[in-house]
């Protein structure tokens, strides 16, 4: 509990030094200086997370990842395939081909989508001791 703790302090830190660089590279007008102080405050980010963060992850925050990532994919591509098919057959009515082509481009993103699914569900499934 104390390293979470010292890790969200360290996080809000960090993240108030790159407001305030960012904030006085605006006053001064300096896009290079925001630039590198959001980049340096990733960096320091980055390795804070990699010296706290093997202990801040568990079960269940991987199962609620694997739900919402689930339930993400559910919805973005059914909603691609449902506009992806009113786009088509409401461009075919009036004979509106740019339509009718942004609703191919919606139905192939959404078949690209389950393809992608499919293939790293059989891959993770054989990673991790399926028959």
Do not use: C, H
Not at 82 to 103: C, M, Q, R, V
């Amino acid at each position: 509990m104390k390293n979470e703790k010292n890790f969200k302090i360290l996080r809000a830190v960090i993240a108030a030094l790159i407001a305030a660089v960012v904030a006085s590279a605006a006053v001064i007008n300096n896009f290079y200086l925001a630039i590198t102080g959001v980049l340096i405050g990733m960096l320091f980010l980055f390795l804070v997370r990699k010296k706290y963060g093997k202990e801040l992850v568990d079960e269940r925050v991987i199962s609620i990842s694997g739900q919402a990532s689930r339930m993400t994919y559910i919805i973005s591509t059914l909603t691609l395939a449902i506009l992806g098919l009113f786009l088509i057959f409401s461009g075919k009515g009036k004979n509106d081909i740019y339509t009718e082509a942004l609703g191919t481009i919606f139905s192939y993103a959404a078949m690209f989508n389950i393809a992608v699914y499919a293939i790293s569900f059989k891959f993770f499934n054989k990673k991790y001791g399926a028959n």
